[in-house]
T-cell receptor, first 113, second 113 residues
């Protein structure tokens, strides 16, 4: 079946540090890939997505590139802010069947001033 | 445009009590979903409705029932609550294609004593 594996947290960084959160997936065909962010006490919201191989999704300074050869979709940001503190979820939506998404377990990011 | 709304925001039940969680979306989406979020477990799909008039089990359906009342509304019912159902419940909706973003409600925090 489909699966998403992302690095365990928490990830703790100082403001302006470089961020990488690793995400790898298992799926047949060509799934769509997503990063969602969850701020404390809120629901998940889309951060960025990529729907085909080699696409780069970007938003709010975050980027991720769909790498089919390594089945990865790592999230990066060059300079994090305290306001980026949240839980980040990697997810895939399969290319066939019912399109039901599969989520990773989430990675907590804590950014200190 | 309210997006996805959920009621109630918080609920405390005693073991054996029943309740219904309500969800509505105003984006004319075809598909709706119920998830539960537990610490360290990420999001787990309880039930989903690919389109009006259909419902299907997800990963953890035991102890729950759903109703897709119309295209806008999708409710989740706990017939006899158990402490293991203490969780945060999220409703989501999408157009149902694999490239589509899921839009999440703010969540219901349920405690079963």
């Amino acid at each position: 079946g489909n699966s998403v594996t992302q690095m365990e947290g928490p990830v703790t960084l100082s403001e302006e540090a470089f961020l990488t959160i690793n995400c790898t997936y298992t799926a047949t065909g060509y799934p769509s890939l997503f990063w969602y962010v969850q701020y404390p006490g809120e629901g998940l919201q889309l951060l960025l997505k990529a729907t085909k191989a080699d696409d780069k999704g970007s938003n709010k300074g975050f980027e991720a590139t769909y790498r089919k050869e390594t089945t990865s979709f790592h999230l990066e940001k060059g300079s994090v802010q305290v306001s980026d503190s949240a839980v980040y979820f990697c997810a895939l939506s399969p290319s066939g069947g019912s399109y039901i998404p599969t989520f990773g377990r989430g990675t907590s990011l804590i950014v200190h001033p | 445009n309210a997006g996805v709304t959920q009621t109630p925001k918080f609920q405390v039940l005693k073991t054996g009590q029943s309740m219904t969680l309500q969800c509505a979306q105003d984006m004319n989406h075809n598909s709706m979903y119920w998830y539960r979020q537990d610490p360290g477990m990420g999001l787990r799909l309880i039930y989903y409705s690919a389109s009006e008039g259909t419902t299907d089990k997800g990963e953890v359906p035991n102890g729950y029932n759903v109703s897709r009342l119309n295209k806008r509304e999708f409710s989740l019912r706990l017939e006899s609550a158990a402490p293991s159902q203490t969780s945060v419940y999220f409703c989501a909706s999408s157009d149902g294609r694999n490239t589509d973003t899921q839009y999440f409600g703010p969540g219901t925090r349920l405690t079963v004593l």
